[in-house]
């Protein structure tokens, strides 16, 4: 989710892309067919959409199978190490397939192909065709010039691209909830970060075209909106000079307008841009779910600063602070890296003082992965060594685990509302939702009115530390 995955549990592994592809777009009223396979940060999922809908109008349909597919397509992630190594691993039993089919060609896009550019189709002869993040209009020319036996790769990045006219083909989807990108790229410079050379600079997508896709989301039925970008409060748009320009809490605002019934969530917040505005604006709106991705990254001001998180372990605390005066319900989540180049045993202690004081609901939780190219490979050595790096992060999760599960242990005897996403994986005997704080919730089909997509109320009565448990509290549905 960071922009991270959308967390519902305790995670240090990296999100893992599955085979999927649209239930309504047949495949067999398209001439060919695409299989696509995401990884990474819900912007690539997100970017996927995009890509399904810019091959679905050159007739390409999705597929669910590798085999049936003309064309494999790869998005990838490029943030750590195994990342990659993930995505390699999967080219190669793709290369298989080929031998086997040669016309198949095989594509891979986001981060990592930005990051290799060519390299990854002329040293590694692994793919047919390479495309970058803000080149995805392109790729049916570059299938067609592929398909012609030429290599085929578009890696430049834009300064204005945010395929703000592209509706996107909704992947998989449950009906329910769906991501909506409001903007791209990343200024930021995190010195650990590859994101700011993969997704270049940053840039607010239109307004309005944001709305509108609110707005046919809402008509088709979805209940659960979440705004997408790197650094979302940084978000800022003029339709035309003198415009009063659009800040994120207006767009927040805007966007909680288009109906009450549909739940607003947003990712990733960085520390140093959230303003009181968007903490008041989430008050003020029953529909803005209370649940902020707030990454710390690291509790001591030494690091940070070596980090060029440009914010001091004060300065985040003092957020914490402000987020739970102006809302106390709100449940905040975080990223955490640890073994960073040169932190000590002390420093690391600042991280876990900083969970615990901040009461972290969930952490997304990794030991720090050298990225070539970025600022921190180029300025310091990766000197902590792995094993020191892994215990540290052991003991993070440990606490995380403890907060975690007091966290949920509190909510034990309160009623939430919930929206209905679908059957418990466990259990159709059980519906799965979520909080506003989005924390999931199960709860036994006790009224048959009740459906997907429903808003009800659970009263919880047991926990662990990743799932609340509860009862349906009779009579308050709505849909
Ligand atoms: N834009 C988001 C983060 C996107 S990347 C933000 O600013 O918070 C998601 C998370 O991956 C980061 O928050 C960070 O915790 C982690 N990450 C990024 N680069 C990393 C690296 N080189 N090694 C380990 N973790 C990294
Ligand atoms: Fe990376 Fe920092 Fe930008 Fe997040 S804010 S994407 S961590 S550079
Ligand atoms: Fe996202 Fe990974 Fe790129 S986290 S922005 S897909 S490097």
Wanted: aromatic share 8%.
């Amino acid at each position: 989710m960071s922009v991270t995955e959308i967390p519902s549990k305790v995670i240090v592994e990296e999100r893992q892309g599955e085979a999927y592809a649209p239930f309504k777009n047949d495949a067999n009223q398209y001439r060919k067919s695409f299989y696509i396979e995401s990884y990474g940060c819900a912007m690539n999922f997100s970017d996927s959409e995009i890509v399904a809908s810019i091959l679905n109008g050159e007739g390409f349909g999705a597929t669910r199978n590798t085999e049936d597919a003309d064309l494999i397509l790869i998005n990838t992630c490029s943030i750590r190490e195994k990342a990659e190594q993930t995505v390699r691993k999967r080219l190669t039993e793709f290369r298989k397939l080929k031998q086997s089919k040669p016309g198949l060609l095989i594509g891979v896009l986001g981060c990592m192909a930005e990051r290799m550019k060519a390299k990854l189709l002329e040293d590694e002869k692994l793919v047919d065709i390479v495309v970058g993040p803000d080149a995805y209009r392109t790729l049916p020319v570059l299938v067609e010039e592929a398909g012609g036996g030429q290599k085929a790769v578009n890696v430049l990045l834009s300064r204005e691209e945010t395929y703000a006219d592209i509706s996107p083909v909704r992947l998989d989807s449950n009906g329910i909830s769906a991501f909506v990108s409001i903007m791209r790229g990343c200024n930021n410079m995190c010195t650990f970060c590859v994101v700011p050379f993969t997704r270049g600079r940053e840039r607010s997508r239109d307004a309005q075209s944001i709305l509108k896709e609110v707005e046919q989301l809402h008509a088709q039925g979805f209940k659960e909106i979440t705004l997408l970008g790197q650094n979302v409060d940084s978000y800022y748009y003029t339709a035309r000079t003198g415009d009063e320009p659009v800040t994120f809490a207006r767009l927040l605002e805007m966007v909680a307008q288009v109906s009450p019934e549909m739940r607003i969530r947003f990712s990733t917040s960085h520390p140093k841009d959230i303003t009181e505005d968007v903490l008041l604006t989430m008050a003020k709106y029953h529909n803005i779910c209370k649940y902020i991705h707030l990454p710390v990254q690291s509790g001591n001001t030494r690091i940070l600063q070596l980090m060029n998180r440009t914010y001091t372990r004060e300065w985040y605390l003092g957020k914490i602070d402000q987020i739970k005066r102006i809302m106390p319900d709100c449940a905040i989540s975080s990223d955490i890296i640890t073994g960073f180049c040169t932190e000590t045993e002390e420093e690391h202690r600042d991280t876990l003082s900083v969970m615990e004081y901040s009461k972290f609901d969930y952490s997304y939780m990794f030991f720090y992965s050298e990225r070539p190219g970025t600022l921190a490979q180029r300025r310091y050595a990766d000197d902590v060594p792995e094993e020191v790096k892994k215990r540290r992060l052991q003991e993070i999760i440990e606490m995380q685990n403890r907060l975690s599960l007091e966290s949920n242990q509190k909510d034990i005897g309160r009623t939430f509302e919930i929206l209905i996403e679908g059957n418990s994986k466990k259990s159709d005997a059980h519906w799965a939702g979520r909080s506003s704080q989005n924390k999931m919730v199960i709860f036994p089909k006790t009224n048959d009115a009740c459906k997907k997509g429903d808003y009800v109320h659970v009263k919880i009565d047991a926990c662990n530390q990743a799932t609340l448990f509860g009862k349906l509290v009779a009579d308050q549905i709505h849909v």
